[in-house]
């Protein structure tokens, strides 16, 4: 059973940091890729930032680029979500998904096969 658990959330205010982990349970970890996703209230999950296998591709969402950061460790299962310049728009649950299939980077939510729990992240004004 793969197990992904986020943690990192919190309650900050407009234009703090946040750094976000995902600790992954299955040693199949470092051949696939990882994304990050988040759902804000009465919204539709949207992708946020995604990392192939070894780390050396990176995407990110319009909204987020240049201001977040995706990083993984291998040797820890753990991949990041370094979060700055934190905007209300960012206010959302975050999730971390593990896509096996490919070791490319993966940016559609329907492409990924196991997800977390979701940490919330709250940016007050």
């Known amino acids: 059973q793969v197990q992904l658990v986020e943690s990192g959330g919190g309650l900050v205010q407009a234009g703090d940091s946040l750094r976000l982990s995902c600790a992954v349970s299955?040693?199949?970890?470092?051949?696939?890729?990882m994304g990050w996703f988040r759902q804000a209230p009465g919204k539709e999950r949207e992708f946020v930032a995604a990392i192939n296998w070894s780390g050396g591709r990176t995407a990110y969402a319009d909204s987020v680029k240049g201001r977040f950061d995706i990083s993984r460790d291998n040797a820890k299962n753990t991949v990041y979500l370094q979060m700055n310049s934190l905007n209300p728009t960012d206010t959302a649950v975050y999730y971390c998904?593990?896509?096996?299939?490919?070791?490319?980077?993966?940016?559609?939510?329907?492409?990924?096969?196991?997800w977390g729990q979701g940490t919330q992240v709250t940016v007050s004004s």
């Open positions: 998904a593990l896509e096996l299939h490919t070791m490319m980077v993966v940016t559609t939510p329907a492409e990924y096969d196991y």
């Open positions: 299955t040693r199949t970890f470092s051949g696939y890729p």
